[in-house]
């Protein structure tokens, strides 16, 4: 049964594989059993192992880090034995770009160069970017920070706008790795209720654990009851790249760059480069002014400075504008105290109130949408979708997944920076995990957060007990096995191997927040990533060797027992 089906019917469906992800899985396994035949590893039809390959957050890092080592599994002929691909934040990226060429995996050298050369070349043009952004803003219902971060950040690392989206990849992917991106659910993470693991294919998106998906072709839709209101054209892969990978830093850093981002170029912007088709009304000049002058004073907040003249100057120009007193809140007397939390409030609440004042005055798109990205920084608002669980009553999906119109999505990489609750799912039935680490800082936390993650919520997974490792200066290969559960493989991007003691140097210079990449950058940091396949190669195979040994031993066993 289709799962939009079930959700139209108003049923509520237990987790599964729908049937286009075991089709693809039960021909990908012919490919994994002849690719290990090559490789000389002894295994059935029935013993063929479901590998996982992860690949963490991390920015241009993290992107450049999982290519380069693709393409040292490709040469090590070990990628054929990959069933599943998922990514969070900047592997994303990767993936994104990967998945653009239909059987990528046969011909990745060729397009690794074509990603490589894009990479090196030429950001996208403003024009573009502000074109892009005007059909974001009046392409959809929910316009969020999102559609401004692909548009504003992703686009200056990827040095593309990719229109396709991923249904467009439906049986175009035969011969390469199944690809997952993956998300977390707001809410859920803020009130530690319901599912936060959220991943997105080309056939379905929805809650990992919870098992409750949709069509993607859909996946933004509204709902109500389990049917379908509203359709919302799904969503571009220049879009999914943003949603997946819009944390590069904390969010003071964000919220700096963000508010640069937004600044709305003057109405009289022919002169630089996109004009406005727009008649201009003699107000805009004020308009302008008072949403400069709220950005400016937001920026002024996050740097500690004082904000008191952007207050005057925005009241004096609204004031002008409606030939008497412009209706915003009071100033607020505790903004020349200590207390920092009241004047955060006070500017939230002022921001969105001069953003209303405004809207109501002027319609060109580009102050428009200035207007509205405005309020969106000023609540936070990210990734936000209308929520296909709305109003379902089907009580086996949490109430904290049911109640709300909308749901906010936003990086993974918040709560968990590698996908493993998307291949942890009961029915995928992953044997062995192979986790690509791009993160900064502590090399373990990505492996030991699953862990101890995985034991509140009774989820098989090894133990991992890294007491005893040097977290500033890691190995590049470790293996954690436990009873019933699958292998887990993690390999720190920079270690004492591949870096040898210049570990730390490495870190500093491939920094998540900073600017794209040079091409000797780029160079180096491939490289050094596929230093960790091509250095562990045998260690690969041995570990794909063993959980095939202990699936035949399992499979024994049960023989036995059955008689």
């Known amino acids: 049964t289709d799962l939009s089906v079930c959700l139209s019917d108003k049923r509520r469906i237990k987790p599964f594989l729908n049937r286009s992800e075991q089709e693809f899985v039960a021909s990908r396994r012919n490919t994994v059993l002849q690719t290990l035949k090559k490789l000389k590893i002894q295994c059935s039809r029935k013993e063929v192992p479901n590998i996982a390959l992860l690949g963490s957050g991390g920015g241009q890092r993290a992107m450049v880090g999982l290519l380069g080592s693709l393409v040292q599994l490709d040469k090590a002929g070990l990628l054929d034995c990959i069933l599943y691909l998922s990514g969070v934040s900047g592997s994303t990226w990767c993936m994104a770009s990967l998945y653009q060429e239909p059987d990528w995996s046969t011909k990745l050298e060729t397009v690794k160069d074509r990603i490589i050369k894009r990479l090196k070349g030429p950001e ?17 219902d929910l316009f969020s920070l999102t559609d401004v971060w692909a548009v504003m950040v992703v686009t200056s690392y990827v040095k593309e706008i990719d229109e396709h989206t991923l249904t467009e990849q439906r049986n175009q992917h035969k011969k390469d790795p199944f690809p997952i991106y993956t998300v977390i659910d707001k809410q859920c993470k803020q009130s530690s209720d319901g599912d936060p693991w959220f991943e997105i294919n080309p056939y379905e998106a929805g809650y990992s654990l919870t098992g409750a998906f949709v069509d993607t072709c859909d996946f933004g839709s509204q709902f109500h009851e389990g049917s379908k209101k509203k359709h919302q054209d799904e969503f571009d892969m220049l879009y999914l790249q943003a949603l997946c990978g819009s944390t590069l830093a904390d969010e003071v850093d964000i919220k700096k760059t963000m508010w640069q981002k937004i600044k709305p170029c003057p109405p009289d912007s022919d002169k630089r480069g996109f004009p406005s088709d727009d008649p201009i009304p003699p107000s805009v000049d004020e308009c302008y002014r008072a949403l400069m002058d ?23 120009n609204l004031n002008d504008l409606s030939g008497g007193k412009s209706q915003l809140i009071d100033p607020m007397k505790t903004l020349e105290t200590a207390d920092k939390g009241a004047e955060k409030r006070y500017i939230k609440r002022f921001t969105i109130d001069v953003c209303e004042d405004l809207s109501s005055r002027i319609k060109i798109w580009l102050i428009d949408a200035g207007i509205s990205i405005c309020k969106c920084m000023a609540q936070w608002i990210w990734g936000r979708k209308y929520n296909f669980l709305h109003n379902m009553t089907d009580e086996a999906v949490h109430s904290t997944l049911r109640q709300s119109e909308t749901r906010d ?13 998307s291949v942890l799912r009961e029915e995928r039935d992953i044997d062995l995990i192979i986790s690509l680490d791009f993160s900064d800082g502590d090399p373990f936390m990505t492996v030991t957060g699953a862990a101890n993650t995985c034991k509140t919520l009774k989820i ?44 730390e140097d490495w870190r500093k210079k491939y920094r998540t927040f900073q600017g794209p990449y040079s091409a000797e950058m780029i160079a180096d940091l491939m490289e050094v990533a596929g230093k960790n396949i091509s250095n562990n190669r045998e260690k690969l195979k041995e570990q794909i060797a063993a959980v095939i040994e202990e699936k035949r031993l399992s499979r024994f066993n049960n023989f036995l027992n059955k008689d």
Do not use: W
């Open 124 to 140: 996208v043009s403003l024009t573009d970017a502000m074109a892009k952004l005007k059909k974001y803003y009046y392409g959809k």
């Open 409 to 421: 999505y936003i990086d993974a990489g918040l709560l968990q920076n590698s996908p493993y609750f």
């Open 294 to 316: 709220v950005v400016d004073m937001n920026i002024s907040a996050l740097n500690g400075e004082d904000t008191s003249g952007f207050d005057e100057s925005i009241r004096t």
């Open 460 to 503: 098989p997974f090894p133990e991992v007990n890294t007491i005893s490792e040097n977290k500033m200066k890691p190995k590049d290969f470790y293996v954690f096995k436990g009873q019933n559960s699958p292998t887990v493989i993690h390999i720190p991007l920079f270690n004492v191997v591949n870096c040898g003691d210049k570990v």
